[in-house]
């Protein structure tokens, strides 16, 4: 069974940074493309980064491009997010999900399995 737990939300004021875990148990990176999205209040669920696991690739958002930064670690099967100089548009909770043999992470009715989510605030 695959299980995707996030971690390491919270309270950051604007320029801050945060990194979050996604813990992931059940699967291997590399049959997966490992995807975080966001969902602010009142609106639709985005992605932010997706990891393909056949090649390595990895992909962002325009909106945080350059400041979020996607990482792994095999050993501990955790994915993590690092995000740097926040802005309070950032405010969301962030979900990790993941896509079985996905060439990409596509849309969030593509993947197969998600976390419960990890609430992120951004103050002003």
């Known amino acids: 069974e695959v299980q995707l737990v996030e971690s390491g939300g919270g309270l950051v004021q604007a320029g801050g940074s945060l990194r979050l875990s996604c813990a992931a148990s059940?699967?291997?990176?590399?049959?997966?493309?490992i995807g975080w999205f966001r969902q602010a209040p009142g609106k639709e669920r985005e992605g932010v980064s997706c990891f393909r696991g056949r090649d390595g690739s990895t992909s962002y958002a325009d909106s945080v491009k350059a400041r979020f930064t996607f990482s792994s670690d095999n050993v501990k099967n955790t994915v993590y997010l690092h995000m740097d100089r926040l802005k309070p548009e950032d405010t969301a909770v962030y979900y990790c999900a993941a896509r079985f043999q996905g060439p990409d992470c596509g849309g969030s009715h593509d993947m197969d399995y998600w976390g419960k989510g990890t609430l992120v605030t951004v103050s002003s």
């Open positions: 059940g699967l291997t990176f590399d049959h997966y493309a």
